[in-house]
């Protein structure tokens, strides 16, 4: 399984999302902590909804003391890049400075677990054969996109593993509530769904990716990680069949063609490109 991490592109976005706040300028030569670089005086920003002391978020480091590099209670603080350094009580992003310290729009210092279904079937024609892509000559996958109402980019439909909660059930629960819009529908309709969604996410699945996230909300001391999986429809007559609806985050979602020119949110592309190696599909 691949688990490189991505660099920081996203995560030294200049204008922070979701605010006015400009991130300090960082160049690729001082994103490794290693190099040395004592004028760097990133700007602080956390956001006002995290601040508010949301039940998802953690209060100020100094009125509390977290168990860094650990479980600490449910909350799993642990990273998949390994043990993260904490300095003055603050833990340092693994993958280097961002121009930013604080939370931004995380609720989590360190790491912040999040999961991402990739679901995905074949491109069929009326007959119910495989199309191939007329240059590369493979068989095109699609999978489900959601288009995120925070930024409007489209992306797939993860969401963050809520403390104590298993990765399987976050995937499952992410995907009907972002893409099949699952909270909303008549009741005789939400048996069928559910059952269609609990065979297809009981199978396996392929991890693609595990490990950090290079999302435009990472700070100096916050920062996404995920677990991606890939629940494939072969036949087409599972998920495929269903009625996608947008839900929670999702302003818009749709089944979307693998392809490289692909612009998706965060580096979900990436994870895209590994599954069409994995499936031998066009990319
Ligand atoms: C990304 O943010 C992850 O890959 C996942 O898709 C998403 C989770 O955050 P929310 O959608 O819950 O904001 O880094």
């Known amino acids: 399984m691949p688990s490189s991490a991505a660099p920081h592109v996203k995560s030294r976005c200049a204008q922070y999302p979701g605010s006015t706040v400009t991130r300090s300028a960082v160049p690729d030569d001082k994103v490794d902590w290693s190099v040395s670089w004592p004028e760097y005086d990133p700007v602080c920003y956390t956001a006002p909804s995290v601040l508010n002391k949301p039940q998802w978020a953690d209060p100020d480091i100094g009125s509390f003391s977290p168990q860094f590099n650990a479980l600490d209670g449910a909350v799993d603080r642990t990273s998949f890049q390994g043990k993260y350094r904490v300095e003055n009580g603050t833990p340092l992003n693994p993958l280097g400075r961002t121009g930013l310290a604080g939370r931004g729009l995380l609720g989590r210092w360190g790491p912040n677990h999040a999961a991402d279904p990739?679901?995905?079937?074949?491109?069929?024609?009326?007959?119910?054969?495989?199309?191939?892509?007329?240059?590369?000559?493979?068989?095109?996958?699609?999978?489900?996109?959601?288009?995120?109402?925070?930024?409007?980019?489209?992306?797939?439909?993860?969401?963050?593993?809520?403390?104590?909660?298993?990765?399987?059930?976050?995937?499952?629960?992410?995907?009907?509530?972002?893409?099949?819009?699952?909270?909303?529908?008549?009741?005789?309709?939400?048996?069928?769904?559910?059952?269609?969604?609990?065979?297809?996410?009981?199978?396996?699945?392929?991890?693609?990716?595990?490990?950090?996230?290079?999302?435009?909300?990472?700070?100096?001391?916050?920062?996404?990680?995920?677990?991606?999986?890939?629940?494939?429809?072969?036949?087409?007559?599972?998920?495929?069949?269903?009625?996608?609806?947008?839900?929670d985050d999702a302003g818009q979602v749709q089944w979307v063609d693998l392809d490289s020119s692909l612009a998706l949110y965060a580096n979900h592309s990436h994870f895209l490109q590994l599954v069409s190696n994995e499936r031998k599909a066009h990319w």
């Open 118 to 247: 990739i679901v995905t079937r074949w491109k069929l024609d009326v007959k119910g054969a495989k199309i191939h892509h007329s240059v590369s000559k493979l068989p095109i996958l699609q999978f489900v996109s959601i288009k995120r109402k925070d930024c409007g980019e489209w992306a797939i439909p993860g969401g963050m593993v809520d403390p104590g909660e298993q990765v399987s059930l976050t995937l499952q629960r992410e995907f009907s509530e972002e893409a099949l819009n699952s909270l909303s529908v008549p009741e005789s309709e939400r048996a069928q769904i559910h059952q269609r969604i609990t065979k297809l996410f009981s199978s396996p699945g392929f991890q693609v990716y595990k490990g950090y996230v290079d999302d435009p909300r990472n700070t100096d001391n916050a920062w996404m990680e995920t677990v991606a999986v890939n629940f494939h429809d072969e036949s087409g007559n599972s998920v495929s069949e269903l009625p996608l609806q947008a839900g």
